[in-house]
């Protein structure tokens, strides 16, 4: 009855938008400390709306956020000094950018447990209720995982080798890979293309390269635990920064929940500068452009940079250019800055289009706020986003190396002049939006469903426990094929010992009227 009631309250608590107060205040220990500043962005969220509950959040990650928030603890390890990676030497990368790990995570992990910093959590380890551990590329935290519950973040939202190790294996006939999607629906080309990189990639990246250099260094510092992948089979829930509004409605376990554009918000007031340069540009509009905070413009090749200040130089529009770095010649009708309240522009009306590289983020917020895209993809999930907003009609892209004066300005003009982009992506805005809860919300629930129930077993799948083999019933059509053998040659026998019976009865007769 007791049960009935709380279950009652949470469905009711959930439509009105609020949640139940937690039954108890835990500590949460959150695990990004590979990462760029937006996976950190996809946790801060849920970090806040978890703080906000009573829960203490204790994040361990690489880019301290500037401001104190009450019951949020930042531990930032010391291991990044250096500059980000330059990732436009990345783009001819044959697997998409993510052949930097092969050096990068084998530093971390040679030094991340002897961080002071980090070696403290991971001796107070026992301490938090629950671990929120980053998917991507953060194999090296897993150690803290043993005999304990943990969720999964999937910052670049499908995860396809995270969802097998869940038990759902995504059929490659129509879920994209991490790198790349194709038009719809997908040719036989595509569908082969794309088998080929799941299977390649999950093996590369598990089995032969970067996993294995990772526990050899984790075997020798941790000779007690159970292997990586060991490890993260145990997870209860991941946590996907996705939803079919704004991607591919997919097939999924009740362990994996859809909690896509968390950062999303309402736009504050720009700032006084901004915001009259975007006003004072009238009926013309804005062109916003930013490449996020990983793929800096300064590492911008000159060649394309100095295209897009000829190309801007042509149109009628005024240009907002996040660069950080000195640029000489700038037109008139451009203005450069190097911090920029993304999300507060996106909002403006006479912002008309936003040309990104595509970053998942980036991507949402261009869609909460219905501002049509223009993509360049630079790496990993990049191109991916991009051909999902040329597919979906709410913006389009263009490759690095087609770059000319005129590629650009008739890309502006088709999108800014077009009304197709801004019809669709209003559609996708109001889809996105129109949800029982908001995505954090829906994260708070199950972050805490899963402390409440111990790790939730009742979560798990069975497909998790089986091997490849008995996944794919290769064992079983293996018996299927014995089975039908068997039958045949059976008949066989039968028949033949038949037709010798006929045949010989057939033989005696003969020779009697003989
Ligand atoms: C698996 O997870 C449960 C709770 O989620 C925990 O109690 C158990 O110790 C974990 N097992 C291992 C081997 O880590």
Redesign the pocket.
Same mark, same amino acid.
């Given at each position: 009855m007791l049960a009935a009631t709380y279950v009652m309250l949470a469905v009711v608590a959930m439509v009105t938008g609020k949640l139940d107060p937690p039954e108890r205040h835990c500590k949460i220990l959150m695990l990004t400390p590979v990462s760029s500043q937006s996976h950190k962005n996809v946790f801060m969220p849920l970090a806040r709306a978890l703080a906000d509950r009573g829960h203490q959040i204790t994040i361990l990650s690489e880019n301290p956020t500037s401001s104190d928030y009450p019951n949020i603890i930042e531990v930032t390890h010391e291991l990044t000094s250096q500059e980000p990676p330059d990732m436009f030497e990345y783009m001819k990368d044959w697997n998409g950018g993510w052949t930097l790990f092969e050096t990068l995570l084998p530093d971390y992990v040679k030094n991340l447990y002897k961080d002071p910093s980090v070696k403290d959590l991971y001796e107070r380890r026992k301490e938090f209720d629950l671990f929120v551990v980053d998917h991507e590329f953060n194999e090296i935290v897993y150690p803290f $995982?043993?005999?304990? =519950?943990?969720i999964m973040v999937n910052t670049p939202g499908i995860d396809y080798r995270q969802s097998a190790v869940l038990g759902n294996v995504f059929n490659p006939a129509y879920v994209p890979n991490i790198n790349s999607d194709f038009p719809r629906p997908f040719s036989i080309w595509h569908r082969f293309i794309n088998t080929l990189i799941q299977i390649v990639f999950a093996i590369y990246w598990r089995n032969w390269v970067i996993v294995p250099q990772l526990q050899k260094e984790i075997s020798a510092q941790f000779p007690e635990l /159970?292997p990586l992948l060991e $490890?993260e089979r145990?997870m =209860?829930l991941a946590l996907m920064n996705t939803h079919f509004s704004i991607g591919i409605p997919l097939p999924l376990l009740p362990s994996q929940v859809e909690v896509g554009a968390m950062h999303c918000r309402p736009a504050n007031p720009l700032p006084q500068e901004l915001e009259s340069w975007i006003t004072g540009a009238g009926s013309s509009g804005v062109i916003y452009f930013n490449l996020g905070s990983f793929s800096r413009g300064s590492y911008m090749p000159v060649q394309y940079r100095d295209v897009f200040l000829q190309a801007f130089r042509r149109l009628p529009q005024r240009v907002v250019w996040k660069y950080e770095g000195e640029l000489k010649n700038v037109p008139d009708n451009v203005m450069i800055t190097n911090w920029v309240p993304q999300q507060d522009i996106l909002a403006h009306n006479n912002v008309k289009v936003f040309i990104t590289h595509c970053g998942l983020l980036g991507t949402q917020e261009s869609i909460y706020h219905a501002t049509p895209l223009l993509g360049l993809p630079i790496f990993a999930d990049q191109n991916r986003n991009s051909m999902f907003i040329r597919n979906s009609g709410v913006g389009d892209f263009l490759l690095w190396e087609e770059l000319t004066e005129d590629v650009i300005v008739n890309a502006i003009n088709d999108i800014i002049n077009n009304p197709k982009y801004k019809d669709n992506i209003l559609r996708k805005s109001k889809l996105m939006r129109d949800q029982p809860v908001s995505p954090t919300e829906l994260a708070v629930f199950w972050t805490e469903y899963v402390i409440r129930h111990?790790?939730a /077993?009742q979560l798990r799948s069975p497909a998790a426990q089986l091997s490849w083999v008995e996944f794919l019933m290769l064992d079983v059509i293996f018996l299927l094929h014995l089975t039908v053998f068997f039958l045949y040659f059976i008949t066989r026998r039968i028949l033949r010992v038949i037709y010798a019976k006929i045949f010989s009865a057939n033989d005696s007769i003969k020779k009697k009227r003989e």
């Open positions: $995982l043993h005999e304990a =519950s943990f /159970p $490890l145990n =209860s111990k790790g /077993p």
